[in-house]
């Protein structure tokens, strides 16, 4: 029984710098939004960090200051839920979600619970992945 609830959170998960996507993943996603696997590839994925990792783009967020792209700003919940890569299905596991703990913490603490504790501090400029297209 997992020791956490995603429709009370905030979608903290699609905050996370590196969510990887495995070339079954961006097969899926071309599907769903009837784009070649090139395209996809193009738009919604840029390098990661090790070789030949492929990462989910971010855009701006008011509470991470970077989101997964898919991610939507108002309902916080996947836009492409049915295509979603097999990371995003099998987070997080069989344990607990350790963000899941800190949210419920911090609701009991500020006595309210809808509160939303922000980790973005607002810096200058936006980390929003924009740029290192996947396909260069």
Known sequence: ?????CDRCPSYCCSYPRIQVEASDLVRLAKHFGVSYGAARKKFVRRGEEPNELILRHTPDEIYGTAC???DRTTR????YEARPS????????GRCG???????ERRAQGDPEHVPSTYNHPAS???DTSDPADE
């Open 126 to 128: 936006s980390a929003a």
């Open 69 to 71: 792209q898919f991610l």
């Open 1 to 5: 029984m997992p020791f956490y609830n």
């Open 99 to 105: 963000y899941y703990d800190f949210l419920s913490f």
């Open 87 to 94: 990371i995003c299905r099998t987070y997080p596991g069989d």
């Open 77 to 80: 919940r996947c836009t492409v």
